[in-house]
């Protein structure tokens, strides 16, 4: 009895472990929105959805066009350094994942300076 006791405690700890790890990883998964500055325009309008099964919608609508972009694909997730990398994108797409915001990155993985800095935030709504 005592032995079906500690295998049913036990059991339950890892369900309860499981269930809090899965939800960490989570917490990057939802819709991120905000404008960017453009090259050649007063700006662009980005969407971008992140699923927890790691695929990402991303939908880019030029404020001054009649230009929208959209496209979908996996991105890969990096713990340590709390940024993601959207893998089957033609823009460079890399973004750094904080809580309730992602900043998108540089060409390179880094992160933008300079006076317009603060248009590459993207809003978690």
Do not use: W
């Not at 939802?30 to 090259?39: H, L, S």
């Not at 694909?73 to 990398?85: D, H, L, M, P, T």
Request: proline share 2%.
């Amino acid at each position: 009895m005592a032995k079906f006791s500690f295998l049913y405690v036990l059991l339950l700890f890892l369900i309860a472990l499981s269930g809090c790890s899965g939800k960490n990883d989570n917490d990057f998964a939802g819709v991120y929105t905000g404008i960017i500055p453009a090259a050649d325009g007063l700006g662009i309008k980005v969407h971008i959805t992140l699923n927890s099964d790691h695929t990402y919608t991303l939908i880019y609508d030029y404020v001054d066009k009649e230009s929208v972009y959209k496209e979908e694909g996996v991105f890969e997730r990096y713990k340590q350094k709390n940024y993601i990398i959207l893998q089957n994108s033609l823009f460079p797409r890399f973004y750094k994942v904080k809580d309730g915001y992602m900043l998108q990155l540089d060409l390179e993985g880094n992160i933008i300076t300079g006076e317009f800095a603060d248009m590459y935030v993207l809003a978690k709504i």
